[in-house]
């Protein structure tokens, strides 16, 4: 896309943001480069910019620039997953900084840094980002990096992103928000997030068919820098396919998160009315005790809820056997509907109910959903 001499909306840049007709063939969908390697000139310079596939190739040049678009930021890195983007964030810091997590995020996130990290000398403290008193509490001398997650995983927890900003600011630290579950929905960057990750497996690719992730940042500094030393050094790469699907399904990112969020919204009402159902964390409900900070910062409130069943363990790992629409199975932002117990995933440290059971809504019709949900819970 050249620079358009108008503000587009974001619809907009989703569909063109990062290409442009092939030059070569006219091609109105850029061709998929399989190469690794490339030629050099005579002089020994690399004309086309791109010398060998780990360093840079096409497709992911091209789904770099547009990730950067659609979050706003300076400039992206996409990674072969979520995880390897959020480790590229961590492996930019050093041994010895301190870093403040959340009690509540993505277990694989809380994971690496409480398993993986800690190893490798990084200072972690896990605190409630709902009390901001709290993050204030937690900030040492060492603080370089807040992480947040917002909603948070799965109890969707909001996190003030702009108030944890200003925090992490007044520290001397940068704000990363892991921004998975809310693409389009919220703008970390304009609340003041320095750093976006994506695992872009989920609404990005959309599909169910693809892993990646990425890490936007708002500048290209010095720490953006140690990023791309990461993703080119150590190699956790995107496939050239890889990167030209997540690009393609971003096209219709907008969209469909538009679809994902009314359907949830109309299957939350639902279930929060339901005999059966103790308790329904989603955002768009003006019971959720943080519905007025999700007016604020979130323009929608995404396809991802969670419900607490009135019964115990065992009912709620029986309940989706019954289900006919919903599958069995972890992940989401894609286009069919999924429904997961996660405690029995999340590993011994879990603190999620253990009659919880989490949703990602797809993009069947509202009321096929509800009528699976409905037979299901009074039978
Ligand atoms: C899935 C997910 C990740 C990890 O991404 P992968 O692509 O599975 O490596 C990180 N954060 C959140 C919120 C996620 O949902």
Redesign the pocket.
Known sequence: MDEADFPLHVESIAVHAGRAVDPATGAVIAPLHFSMTFERAADGSFPSGFSYSRSNNPNRAALESALALLEGGAVAAAFG????A?SAIFQALAPNDHVIAPLE??H??LRLLRDLFARWQLAVDFVDMTDLAAVEGAVRSSTKLIWV?TPS?PTLRLTDIAAVAAIAHHAGAQLAC?N??SPILQRPFALGADLVMH????YFGGHSDV???AVVAREANEFFQRVREVQTLGGAVPAPFDCWLIHRGMQTLPWRIRAHSANALRVAEFLASHARVERVHYPGLEAHPQHDLALRQMNRFGGMLAFELRGDRAEALALPNELKIFTRAT??GGVESLIEHRQSIEGPETKTPANLLRLSIGLEHPDDLIADLARTLAS
Do not use: F, H, I
């Not at 997953?81 to 390897?84: F, L, N, P, T, V």
């Not at 695992?199 to 989920?202: A, C, F, N, Q, R």
């Open positions: 997953s979520g995880m390897a959020a995020a993505y694989g996130v997650e995983n892991d998975t579950w695992s872009t497996t989920k892993l990646g992730g992940s989401l």
